[in-house]
């Protein structure tokens, strides 16, 4: 990471931990900031615009920046998350060192806590059920009410609890509810659940418990325990800010220099969902290729389809921190992508939809090895070889017989370019029975090579091409977006939107020979078709896969 352009940046957070700075609000001025998944499914692009969030805040104040799993659902999560979240966060270039943490490590200081909280009169068991307790809470509008459990003795509550705990009682039939204020304007300050009962194998714990702690109650915890000082949420937590502070309130252990939450707008993209549940539907029902399937927006699929991690920095620079929610074009992520790999890549060739181009006042065995600049903006890319012969394939939409007007392609008594060879003219062409163009032919000038400094007539059109003896088979996965009729995650039921049945389209073609020995995740740009990668899932020794990155032209311009 860019750690000057980290230093320069600026947003509303960096302002407040300035400001905290400069009132000596936390000892020593320390900084101290986490990410907190929890580990029930791969993380997004959403994820990433948290973790450099949190890290480069980190690094920006010359603070710590932890990695810990809020692991308190056990039903839910699985140490396959847990491996997946860690190599998407090293990948993405933020280093949280030795401070790898899980909820579940404090879970016995989370019980004592809310046996504080009990002794204090500030907490209850309430046998109401699931049912009643949400009739109860009232609603947004309507304030709720007392359950008829609320005024059970301490001694009466220490005793349920640790029956909870011991095993006593059915899941469900008792929770422990913070006691607030059932009134509250706030639906989230009334008498929340802090801890429920669920006999669930947990990743970490094992069997050791039966009873769990409340995201909301574990989370301040959490980062009290860890000291952490600046516990940055996105904004739907902004109504649980209250109950946060109440908590770190209501601990003895907490009270000198609590945390301080601060929300920030999510990242919402055009043409995407990243809801969890969404995703994993679309996992276990077998319609996409696994969590990193190319066509989703997980931090593993960008990975495999071959976008950089600088890429995705650059671009969460860009769009910055705002405090409300907005909607970023998809066109915009998709710009810092292609100016990313732009000078990072060779520019090949590639014909995804081949047809055979027979130069015809060349003999059978014509072999002639043109150098050709991998890219011509970057000359540490050096150069290579490519082999022109009599036959060669062309995309076959580079041809027709009957054009319509300023179509600056190939077709009967035109003349074109071959990109890094010679000027080529058709004079015939063979049609299968169908009527379908199976062969082209051409003469070649001899007079006309690439770098030969010819002028001596020019021509509008450039195609690319591939040897049709000497080339590299293979198999070419264009990707669309996934929904067709999506906007963005902003939708609320984002279920009922259908699949874009083309966002995958395989074809068979042939690279240049260059290719053949191309590694997993080697990227390249394949002119007039885009930049790809090679797949690092399906590629193997007898079957070369690339998947489109993204198109060469964007939609989108920087202002």
Not at 111 to 124: D, M, N, P, Q
Not at 198 to 225: S, V
Not at 240 to 267: G, T
């Amino acid at each position: 990471m860019d750690t000057d352009k980290i230093r320069k940046s600026s947003n509303f957070i960096y302002s407040i931990i300035e400001e905290d700075i400069k009132n000596n609000t936390f000892t020593d001025n320390r900084v101290h900031t986490r990410f907190p998944p929890e580990p029930n499914g791969y993380l997004h692009i959403g994820h990433a615009k948290a973790i450099l969030l949190n890290y480069n805040t980190a690094k920006r104040f010359n603070g710590k920046f932890n990695l810990r799993f809020d692991d308190t659902n056990p039903v839910k999560e699985d140490i396959e998350y847990v491996q997946s979240i860690k190599e998407d966060i090293e990948w993405l270039g933020a280093n949280w060192d030795d401070r790898l943490f899980f909820a579940s490590g404090y879970f016995d200081q989370m019980y004592s806590y809310a046996v504080e909280l009990i002794e204090k009169g500030l907490a209850y068991v309430d046998d109401l059920s699931p049912e009643e307790i949400k009739l109860y809470r009232g609603t947004l509008t309507e304030p709720g009410k007392n359950s008829p459990y609320r005024d059970r003795t301490v001694e009466e509550n220490l005793e349920l609890f640790e029956g909870m705990k011991n095993r006593k009682y059915d899941d469900g039939s008792k929770v422990l509810r913070a006691k607030i204020d059932m009134t509250s304007p706030n639906i989230n300050m009334r008498d929340p659940i802090i801890y429920r009962i669920l006999r669930a194998y947990h990743h970490n714990t094992g069997n050791a418990w039966c009873i769990y702690p409340m995201y909301d109650y574990a989370h301040p915890i959490e980062d009290a325990i860890e000291g952490v000082t600046h516990s940055l949420c996105s904004l739907e937590f902004e109504d649980h800010r209250p109950f946060y502070n109440w908590v770190l309130s209501n601990i003895d252990d907490f009270k000198k220099e609590p945390p301080k939450q601060i929300e920030f707008a999510k990242l919402y993209l055009t043409k995407t969902i990243v809801g969890k549940r969404f995703l994993k539907k679309l996992v276990d029902e077998k319609k996409v290729d696994g969590w990193d399937d190319p066509r989703l927006m997980t931090i593993a699929g960008m990975r495999r389809r071959g976008i950089t991690a600088e890429a995705i920095q650059n671009f969460c620079d860009e769009i910055g921190v705002a405090k409300s929610n907005s909607t970023v074009d998809i066109a915009m992520f998709e710009h810092f992508v292609r100016d990313d790999l732009k000078p990072k890549t060779s520019r090949c060739m590639a014909v995804l939809d081949p047809i055979k181009l027979v130069i015809t006042n060349l003999p059978d065995d014509h072999l002639e090895w043109l150098e050709i600049k991998n890219n011509q903006d970057n000359d540490e890319l050096g150069h290579r070889k490519m082999p022109f012969t009599k036959n060669i394939y062309i995309d076959r939409d580079d041809f027709m017989i009957d054009p319509p007007k300023k179509y600056h392609r190939l077709y009967p008594g035109n003349e074109v370019r071959l990109m890094g060879a010679y000027f080529v003219k058709c004079h015939d062409y063979k049609l299968d029975d169908r009527g379908y163009v199976t062969e082209i032919h051409c003469t070649y000038d001899p007079e006309t090579k690439s770098g030969s400094g010819f002028t001596g007539r020019k021509v509008k059109g450039t195609l690319h091409w591939v040897s049709a003896k000497i080339n590299t088979e293979a198999e070419f996965r264009i990707y669309d977006y996934l929904i067709d009729d999506q906007p963005n995650d902003m939708v609320e039921d984002a279920q009922k939107h259908q699949l874009n049945p083309n966002s995958l389209v395989i074809k068979r073609g042939f690279a240049e020979t260059y290719l053949s020995e191309s590694k997993p995740m080697q990227r390249f740009q394949f002119v007039r078709h885009g930049y790809f990668s090679v797949d690092p899932k399906h590629t193997c020794e007898s079957n070369l896969v690339f998947n489109l990155i993204a198109n060469l032209k964007s939609s989108w311009k920087p202002v």
